[in-house]
């Protein structure tokens, strides 16, 4: 496996329902993080980590929750999410979120259909 | 073919012709730009950056231009193939103090004709 990968690929789940998705990246990078991109939006940063750390927190509703329990692995726990959170859900790495010209670079997404 | 990236989303072109993707963004204080592009299907790909103080800079195929006093990027695309047909996305990056804002724009569809 090369670069960043998102699993699954596409989810689609109830309102009820609890689910996760998965990122995991093999770049030896020290930064992770999730974005919504809905259409006609621009890209919107939900979360950061740096080293493990979160960074930043974008306002993001509390029926999402990240988990990142080392450098290479980001999660994104989902409970109780409403038809409007419907989007793909980009993960990106990089070097470090502080280095001012530091490329993210993504993985594939998940596209979340909620029901 | 030209196109205002933030103002008229789509921009057509035909095979072997150059394309030019315009960004207007939004803080003169931003000091680093980078192209995205999205394929259908796949997550944004790093394309070319540029630093504020240069107003241009060369790739393979593509050449991104800066201009700071009217806050206004391109992104240039030469012999436009079939394969570059994407969504294009300009990025920003403004420091704030400590902080370190990366904006993005709407982004440009780019559909390349035969």
């Known amino acids: 496996e090369t670069g960043v990968t998102q699993t699954p690929r596409h989810l689609v789940m109830g309102m009820t329902n609890k689910k996760s998705l998965k990122c995991e990246q093999h770049?030896?990078?020290?930064?992770m993080y999730w974005y919504k991109q809905s259409a006609k939006k621009p890209l919107e940063l939900m979360f950061v980590?740096?080293?493990?750390?979160?960074?930043e927190n974008n306002s993001v509703p509390s029926r999402f929750s990240p988990e990142c329990p080392n450098s290479s692995h980001l999660f994104l726990h989902l409970h109780t999410l409403q038809p409007e959170d419907s989007a793909l859900y980009l993960c990106?790495?990089?070097?470090?979120?502080?280095?001012?010209?530091?490329?993210?670079?993504f993985g594939p997404g998940t596209r979340l259909t909620v029901l | 073919g030209e196109s205002v990236g933030l103002h008229l989303p789509t921009l057509s072109v035909q095979e072997g012709d150059n394309s030019i993707i315009n960004c207007a963004y939004s803080?003169?204080?931003?000091?680093?730009f980078i192209w995205y592009k999205q394929e259908s299907g796949k997550g944004p790909q790093f394309i070319i950056d540029i630093r504020s103080n240069m107003d241009k800079r060369q790739g393979q195929r593509v050449t991104v231009l800066l201009n700071k006093t009217v806050k206004h990027l391109s992104l240039q695309i030469a012999a436009t193939q079939p394969g570059d047909s994407a969504v294009y996305f300009c990025?920003?990056?403004?420091?704030?103090?400590?902080?370190?804002?990366?904006?993005w724009g709407l982004g440009t569809s780019l559909a390349v004709n035969p």
């Open positions: 770049l030896g990078h020290n930064a």
């Open positions: 980590y740096n080293f493990k750390e979160q960074t």
């Open positions: 990025a920003e990056i403004l420091h704030a103090g400590n902080n370190r804002k990366l904006i």
């Open positions: 803080n003169s204080a931003s000091d680093y």
């Open positions: 990106a790495s990089s070097q470090d979120s502080g280095v001012s010209t530091d490329t993210q670079y």
